[in-house]
T-cell receptor, first 114, second 110 residues
Framework: GAVVSQHPSRVICKSGTSVKIECRSL??????MFWYRQFPKKSLMLMAT?????????EQGVEKDKFLINHASLTLSTLTVTSAHPEDSSFYIC??????????FGEGSWLTVV | QKEVEQNSGPLSVPEGAIASLNCTYS??????FFWYRQYSGKSPELIMF????GDKEDGRFTAQLNKASQYVSLLIRDSQPSDSATYLC??????????FGDGTTLTVKP
């Protein structure tokens, strides 16, 4: 079964609203989780590193005020897309590293902003 | 040099043949390797992951990892038209970050 669970798998929201995506490590504690996004006709790109108990580290060009990341516990990181717009429609996926440095990916979330 | 390189293709194979997809990476400290399949307009889906040198088989899919040569490949046996998709290679480092290749488009012709 999945060791990293991502929810929701699909979400539709209205333009201007906010939407939250959760990433949970089920069998291990993850001090660090990662969020990725796929742009149209492109591969997936790292958006940010989520650090438990501290601020996330964002990659260059990613708006931290728009993509809020919270890593409140050792098993949960959330990505909130604030004031979503149609151009934010994308596939978002998270990953987590367990203590043995093995990486596990969530199942991904497909966001559609209408 | 890109961190993860894949031949963009398109790679075309006849139905029933073996499709071989290759991926090279630059970070020698990489520990985790993934293959995703993405149909046009759909979400990527994980089809294989491999963490140790050697081969890993799952049905018609075999992932091969050679850390010394820094490449990971995906073999698809008895290719079917339904295997036609873009295949993304992802490489994860010790630090936990993963880098995705740009993908290889595979076309399996009936």
């Amino acid at each position: 079964g999945a060791v990293v669970s991502q929810h929701p798998s699909r979400v539709i929201c209205k333009s201007g609203t906010s939407v939250k995506i959760e990433c949970r490590s089920l069998d291990f504690q993850a001090t660090t989780m990662f969020w990725y996004r796929q742009f149209p006709k492109k591969s997936l790109m790292l958006m940010a590193t989520s650090n438990e108990g501290s601020k996330a580290t964002y990659e260059q060009g990613v708006e931290k005020d728009k993509f809020l990341i919270n890593h409140a516990s050792l098993t949960l990181s959330t990505l909130t897309v604030t004031s979503a717009h149609p151009e934010d429609s994308s596939f978002y996926i998270c990953s987590a590293r367990e203590w043995g440095n093995t990486i596990y990916f969530g199942e991904g979330s497909w966001l559609t902003v209408v | 040099q890109k961190e993860v390189e894949q031949n963009s293709g398109p790679l075309s194979v006849p139905e029933g043949a073996i499709a071989s997809l290759n991926c090279t990476y630059s970070d020698r400290g990489s520990q985790s390797f993934f293959w995703y399949r993405q149909y046009s307009g759909k979400s990527p889906e994980l089809i294989m992951f491999i963490y140790s040198n050697g081969d890993k088989e799952d049905g018609r899919f075999t992932a091969q990892l050679n850390k010394a040569s820094q490449y990971v490949s995906l073999l698809i046996r008895d290719s079917q038209p339904s295997d036609s998709a873009t295949y993304l290679c992802a490489v994860g480092t010790n630090a936990g970050k993963s880098t995705f290749g740009d993908g290889t488009t595979l076309t399996v012709k009936p």
